[in-house]
């Protein structure tokens, strides 16, 4: 019995270290077949603009020229008057807002921008890399930030993730266009309460000396239409709550807004088009920024209005996973390419 266990144990061992080795394999072979990166022209006088951000700008699931950065290009150039424009799609599938912070000086030097769009955020409550580790941080946190650098890691918990926002979703699966905005404000509130606060609904194990101190003690309410759960929330999370993500990723992008204002570079914070789940708690972080030039991108009635056809469905323009297609990303553009000549932040002319 003993043998056939370790000889599974060592056969589970060499599959993890096959998929993590095939991961990271696959990972390269499609970032040098891409080549989003690298592809910059270097005409003279031309206005460039550098967009950082994750997937959302990289373009997952989408044709290079049908992204939101080549086609601002377009659009920018179309309505130039000859004046030329370049826009850089810098875009790294999984990136938090750390990990964009800690490169963007580096950015700033290599390309030499005009005018920086950041679209930052969504990965922050499942991505530590290179993010600030709280000194009251659980033995879980630590252990998943250490077992985050693992590509098989990191792809099992976004599969669970995924599985458990269709879980809560519509029973049929699909999302409607008002869940893109409604879904998570109205339907359920969560307050963090004191457990005197809570009273007797909090139980006997919520109150001060059950197990630790004042932060063990913390008591969450969920209210959900007319039903209000009260829990006691013993630990932190290994993935960061919606509150802890909004925190984390204002406090990053302040340093971002601060290190483009040193180095004398225009920025722009784009909100996600889609507004549900850890896109709304991006969106929220991103529209709570003191002093930030923020144009919003939410994929609303506005927005779909100006689709060629406005009937289309929801996943006819989003995959499952809410990253946009190619009509969406036209639509983006667009708007953002009005905000941004109506702000003054790009030339109209020669």
């Known amino acids: 019995m003993t043998k056939r266990l370790a000889t599974l144990a060592a056969l589970l061992l060499v599959a993890l270290v096959a998929t993590e080795l095939s991961l990271r394999g696959a990972g390269a072979i499609w970032r040098l ?11 003279a006088g031309a206005f460039r603009i550098v967009c950082i951000g994750d997937s959302n ?37 999984g990136t938090n807002s750390g990990q964009a912070l800690h490169r963007l000086r580096g950015y700033i030097e290599a390309y030499r921008p005009d005018l920086l769009v950041v679209v930052i955020g969504v990965n922050d409550y499942w991505n530590p890399a290179e993010m600030d580790l709280s ?29 458990g926002q269709q879980a809560s979703g519509n029973a049929d699966g699909q999302i409607d266009l008002n869940a893109l905005q409604v879904r998570g404000q109205a ?41 209000t759960t009260v829990f006691r929330n ?47 708690v991006a969106n929220r972080a991103m529209n709570a920024v003191v002093g930030a030039q923020v144009v919003s991108q939410i994929f609303d009635r506005a927005l779909r209005a100006r689709l060629p056809d406005a009937s289309a469905a929801i996943r006819e323009l989003f995959f499952p996973d809410l990253h ?13 390419s009005d905000e941004l000549t109506r702000r003054g932040l790009v030339p109209k002319g020669p």
Not at 257 to 279: F, S
Not at 324 to 336: D, E, F, G, Q
């Open 135 to 163: 000194e009251t941080a659980s033995l879980g946190e630590r252990l998943h930030r250490a077992a985050s650098y693992l590509r098989t890691y990191r792809l099992v918990m976004l599969t669970l993730d995924q599985l």
């Open 324 to 336: 946009p297609k190619a009509p969406v990303y036209t639509v983006y553009a667009a708007n953002l």
């Open 187 to 227: 339907r359920t509130q969560r307050d963090r309460v004191t457990p005197d606060e809570a009273g007797d609904d909090a139980g006997p194990q919520a109150g001060p000396g059950a197990g630790g101190d004042v932060n063990d003690a913390t008591v969450w309410q969920l209210r959900d239409g007319g039903f």
């Open 234 to 280: 013993p630990a932190r999370s290994v993935l960061l709550s919606p509150e802890e993500h909004e925190q984390v990723l204002r406090r990053n992008l302040e340093e971002i807004m601060r290190v483009a204002a040193a180095e004398g570079v225009p920025l722009v914070l784009a909100t996600y088009a889609a507004n549900i789940g850890h896109y709304q």
């Open 57 to 93: 700008t990289y373009g997952i699931g989408t044709p290079r020229d049908q992204t939101y950065p080549a086609q601002l290009e377009r659009v920018l150039n179309q309505r130039s008057a000859g004046r030329r424009f370049e826009v850089v799609n810098l875009g790294v599938p």
């Open 33 to 43: 077949l891409q080549g989003r990166t690298g592809d910059l022209s270097t005409g």
